[in-house]
């Protein structure tokens, strides 16, 4: 049979245009795939990669974090220690000042105290110098109660070990006094209601 050569040559023309066509996609994915890996790094104007992408070692970084947590702890502790300090120069300046307060108060009773020494020397008068003592002993009394000082009443009352210190026990003169006080041998006595001295008391069994 005789062979079609126009045909052929047809076929054979399809094929080569065909392999050109696959080869231009080829290459075409190639240069794509370069470009997007040059792109992804720096480059210059002239498309050359500017430097190299530095590789972190793991253990270089743990060391720097290591190292930031270290000082960010010995700052605040340098703060903790300067807030503590602080704090104890100012409450002992609280003390003094409230100290001062006191003595401040006290002093023009011991005035009162020293003309009334004067006194006992010179004058007769028991009368006068009772009452002159009741009234330096009430001056006394109202500068303390305006600091806070108050007398606990403990004469009757039940026996409280928080505010009360039993020295003895005596049986009691009736069975309503059990396990009360019935004697106060030393006054206790709160400062803005907190205990600053136990009351010494006699307590019935």
């Known amino acids: 049979m005789p062979k079609n050569t126009e045909y052929n040559k047809d076929k054979d023309m399809e094929n080569q245009i065909n392999d050109e066509a696959g080869q231009m996609n080829t290459d075409n994915v190639v240069n794509d795939d370069q470009n997007f890996a040059e792109n992804s790094l720096p480059m210059d104007n002239a498309g050359e990669v500017i430097g190299e992408v530095e590789v972190t070692d793991p253990a270089e970084a743990h060391k720097t974090e290591v190292a930031e947590l270290k000082d960010k702890y010995l700052r605040l502790y340098a703060d903790f220690e300067n807030f503590r300090r602080r704090t104890a120069k100012e ?3 609280m003390l003094s000042v409230a100290s001062a307060d006191v003595i401040k108060a006290v002093l023009p009773i011991v005035d009162d105290f020293e003309r009334a020494k004067v006194s006992f020397d010179s004058s007769t008068e028991i009368e006068a110098l009772k009452e002159g003592v009741d ?11 305006a600091k806070g000082l108050k007398p606990m009443l403990s004469k009757g009352e039940v026996f409280d ?17 059990k396990g009360k006080v019935i004697d106060e041998i030393e006054k206790g006595y709160l400062l803005n209601e907190k205990v600053i001295r136990y009351a010494k008391v006699i307590v019935g069994a």
């Open 91 to 93: 409450k002992l300046e």
């Open 135 to 145: 009234l330096i002993y009430t001056k006394l009394y109202k500068a303390l109660e």
């Open 161 to 177: 070990a928080e505010l009360h210190e039993s020295i003895a026990q005596f049986p009691a003169p009736s069975d309503d006094l």
